[in-house]
């Protein structure tokens, strides 16, 4: 394929796929008038921070961010914590029932959340945690699909060094503080971005369990910015480039881990 | 407390186990939250799906009453049909359109590629949420950016979601271009990173036996690419399955008042949708668990089917 050619149909493409976010931004800084204008103005001839000034005129605001925040660092920094410790130890450490209970763990990742999504809410309702951080946080403290990606992870870490550090006299709590950490510091980055991304734009689960407005995370916020009259599509993108700019900085500063892929020639291991 | 398995050492289960502490200790907190937010809930789905529950609050055991009610209803059928064609088309339309992209950007320079894959990953990470609120308002018929565009190249206007026979189609676009797991932008990184991890050795020896620029893309590129293909098409349809945020967020006309999501008259209900409607704003909780013990039946068998294939291509 000539190289001109290739570069045609993958530069349009990318066009194409950045345009939503291109449009996102310029609508988010027209006024009402300018954002119905037709033809559609493809660079705002007025930009205007209005909608922004709105958005932080609502009290709840503030609110909703450190709701989106708190939630977001709690699961990613308790995921950290349980992910090593249980993709360690189903990696590394022999014990009875090890093989059955990773398989059953996997088996779970394959199950919809509509499944046992009522049930839950059930039991959130028994126990008196609907509305409250505890159940958006407990139930997400250890996602099986960071475990299973520590486990990957650690089954390449040599056994050699895990040996030397048992000969020492190290128990296996010490050894995965000074050894086992330290050598996985890729691991930990990747599940902590993934996780961290992945809770601040959980969308179905805080829509069923929370129920009062100062409660809301972001994306259940900026879902009720639409309205069944007119919505104001200033606001919303405002609204939607608010809730962006961390992920694009997240993303931004930890490019390498996003972009390199992993390859699936030795998943079996 | 090493873990050498001497012949002297004692064998029984027991001291095995208290051997082995450490490693419970470790895998406690995942076990609990396992048996109590996965297991226990499954375990209630699985009875709430054999019993009567309406409007009214939980009732008694009723056999297969709720399985045969939605076999009855034809919002389930639609439902279904449209679960399946959003997965054939919105998986199908990503990889291809991956393997496509990714074989045009092989050749490219470097820095150019990662560009590349940094404009398809970006609306991944501005979340699902984002951009299905970012598509609905290019989609909306008067004032929307696309039909604006369709009119400079002649053709619409379109009503797109407001378009029973153009709604669905819509909305696989969206997911096509964004969505995080499945779109074009994780699956372009991934065939991408497949293509690299290839040995130029056995271009190079093809070269020589005379093989041709096709005759190496079909005998080298595709085989070695297919266990990342698969895996694609395993995560894909597990995700495209289970889809809710993008069709609430792009076909609901409030908040609180979701039951005028999923339309217009039905043509974007998918299973998932379907039992969330059931389950939170229907309340007829039986019918929705039976629905989702479908939903999990279908994916289960793909699943199974795909990993079949997975183990046996794998190895190369």
């Known amino acids: ?18 345009m939503p976010l291109y449009w996102m931004f310029t609508t988010s800084l027209k006024d009402q008038a300018a954002y119905m204008a037709q033809p559609p103005e493809m660079l705002p001839g007025d930009p205007t921070l209005a909608n922004f000034g709105q958005l932080f005129a609502n009290p709840n605001m503030l609110r909703w961010i450190f709701n989106s925040a708190f939630v977001a660092l709690s699961v990613t ?15 590394k450490m022999s014990f009875p029932g090890r093989r059955w209970m990773f ?6 990742m394959m199950v919809p959340f509509q499944v046992t999504i009522f049930a839950l809410f059930q039991l959130m309702v028994t126990i008196g945690w609907v ?20 486990r990957q992870f650690m089954h390449t870490l040599p056994n050699e060094i895990l040996d030397a550090g048992r000969i020492d006299g190290c128990s296996e709590i010490q050894l995965v503080r000074r050894v086992v950490v330290p050598m996985s510091t890729n691991g930990l980055a990747v599940v902590g971005i993934f996780t961290f991304i992945t809770t601040w734009n959980n969308f179905l689960w805080p829509l069923v369990i929370l129920n009062t407005e100062e409660m809301r995370t972001l994306p259940i916020a900026l879902s009720t910015f639409q309205s069944t009259n007119e919505t104001d599509y200033g606001l919303l993108m405002a609204g939607g480039v608010l809730m962006a700019i961390p992920m694009f900085m997240i993303f931004f500063a930890f490019q390498r881990y996003f972009l390199q892929g992993v390859t699936f020639g030795g998943l079996k291991g | ?48 799906s054999v019993s009567s529950w309406t409007i009214r609050g939980p009732g008694e055991f009723v056999g297969l009453e709720n399985y045969a009610a939605i076999f009855r209803d034809r919002i389930f059928w639609k439902a279904l049909m449209n679960t399946i064609a959003y997965a054939v088309i919105v998986v199908g339309g990503s990889v291809g359109l991956s393997l496509v992209l990714s074989a045009a950007m092989y050749p490219l320079a470097t820095r150019a590629k990662s560009f590349f894959k940094m404009a398809f990953y970006l609306p991944a990470v501005a979340s699902i949420v984002v951009v299905a609120l970012v598509w609905r308002w290019m989609y909306q018929p008067a004032f929307g950016l696309f039909n604006h565009l369709a009119a400079i190249i002649g053709i619409g206007p379109f009503g797109f979601l407001t378009d029973t026979s153009q709604s669905l ?7 096509i271009f964004s969505n995080p797991t499945i779109g074009i932008g994780a ?12 040995p130029t050795h056995l271009y190079e020896a093809a070269m020589l036996d005379g093989a041709g620029t096709v005759a190496r893309f079909r005998r080298i590129t595709v085989p070695l690419l297919r266990p990342t293909v698969v895996f694609l098409v395993i995560i894909g349809t597990v995700e495209a399955f289970r889809e809710f945020t993008a ?9 609180g008042q979701a039951l005028s999501g999923g339309g217009p008259f039905y043509s974007t209900t998918t299973l998932a949708y379907y039992t969330y409607v059931q389950a939170f704003l229907a309340r007829q909780v039986g019918v929705a668990s039976a629905a989702a013990m479908v939903l999990l039946a279908i994916v289960f068998v793909v699943a199974v089917i795909q990993f079949r294939r997975f183990n046996t291509e794998i190895e190369y």
């Open chain 1, 1 to 18: 394929m000539p190289r001109i050619l290739a570069y045609v149909i993958v530069g349009s493409m990318a066009i194409a796929s950045l």
């Open chain 1, 77 to 91: 920094g308790l995921n950290l914590v349980f992910a090593t410790l249980a993709g360690y130890a189903f990696a």
């Open chain 1, 103 to 108: 398989w059953i763990y996997l088996a779970t």
């Open chain 1, 131 to 150: 509305n409250t951080y505890w159940a958006l946080i407990i139930p997400a403290m250890a996602l099986p699909y960071n475990v299973f990606l520590m």
């Open chain 2, 1 to 48: 407390m090493t873990e050498t398995n001497t012949a002297t050492g004692d064998r029984t289960l027991g001291r095995r186990i208290w051997r082995a502490r450490w490693a419970y200790l470790f895998v406690l907190v995942p076990a609990v939250l396992f048996l109590v937010f996965e297991l226990y809930p499954f375990i209630r789905a699985t009875g709430y």
């Open chain 2, 169 to 175: 189609a819509s909305i696989m676009l969206m997911q």
């Open chain 2, 187 to 198: 699956s372009v990184i991934l065939v991408l990173a497949a293509m690299n991890s290839i």
């Open chain 2, 247 to 255: 069709i609430y967020l792009m076909t609901s006309s409030s908040s």
